[in-house]
């Protein structure tokens, strides 16, 4: 069978770092090294495949900046890419710091029959050990994989899926998590294996349709308010005075909202705020009761606060969107 081209493309970050010095682990600037820089660096070793590779540039930024204005790019470029019958898969490279964000984005937002692998790297390009040519080496075994679909990410070896996967570690290689239930695969010498033995199934979420992605200018502005011991209502009052459109609570445990919040948190649903629960607890998922789930507002169980915000900003961005 003729496999299709892949694709790689480039969105910046610390894969794309350059450092002053080569011991430099920490004192880098991101987003310096051009994709296809990278994809030299990676093919160095050999040729991953035997597709056609090419690069593209999307974006050139530090991922803790990331907007929706590079988000919507990368989807649409995504998207093209993936409705051209002679391209197999995409890679994105993309900094660490808001991967599984935009992970989850492109999850509920691609119409993603081929696979989109993203992956990352901790030390610079110009580290004495970089970690960046393996892992794109490794994204590339991942996108190569016959029959795959859907978003994935892959990082120090392992294969992760777009809900659960989560940066966890501010320095250490393996930075990456998917909690409780691990990895679902790794690279070992350009050899994928699945933890079950086949590829798992990644329930499909589609909220807003690509072309209305396309459509949308501004996103509605949906915020993150964390309960905590101590927490008051001043930070919840001001995101409404300031328009906010959605809140989603860190909240505590199982759903849990303190007191001193959950006056503000009803008065703002009062007035026409879409209000959400995700637990802060970065293992498991919030349980509903079985009478009535018993929670002080809606809940979004699976999610992390900053996927569950992702969520609610395409719930509410598909029920402004005309038609
Ligand atoms: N700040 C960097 C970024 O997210 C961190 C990294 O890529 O590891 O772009």
Redesign the pocket.
Known sequence: MELGRLMVLGT????A?VAAVAGDNVGYA??QVGVQALLAQATAGGEVGTREVRAEQVAQ????DMDFAVWRTLALRCQHHLDDPQVGAVVVT??????EETAWFLHCVLKADKPVVLT???RPATALAPDGPQNLRDAMVVACAAGLRGVWVVCAGEVHGAQQVQKVHPYRPN?FSSGESGPLGWVEEKTLRWAQNEAPAQARSTLVAIKDVAQCASWPRVEITMSYAGASAATVEALVASSVEGLVVAATGNGTVHRALQGALRQAQAQGVAVRLATRCPLGQTIAHPEGDGFDFPCMPGLSPVKARISLMLELAAAQAPG
């Not at 930024?61 to 803790?64: A, P, Y």
């Not at 993309?94 to 991967?99: A, N």
């Open positions: 910046g970050g610390t894969i770092g991101a987003a930024i530090d991922s803790k993309h900094g660490t710091d808001t991967l990352c790297a901790m930075a």
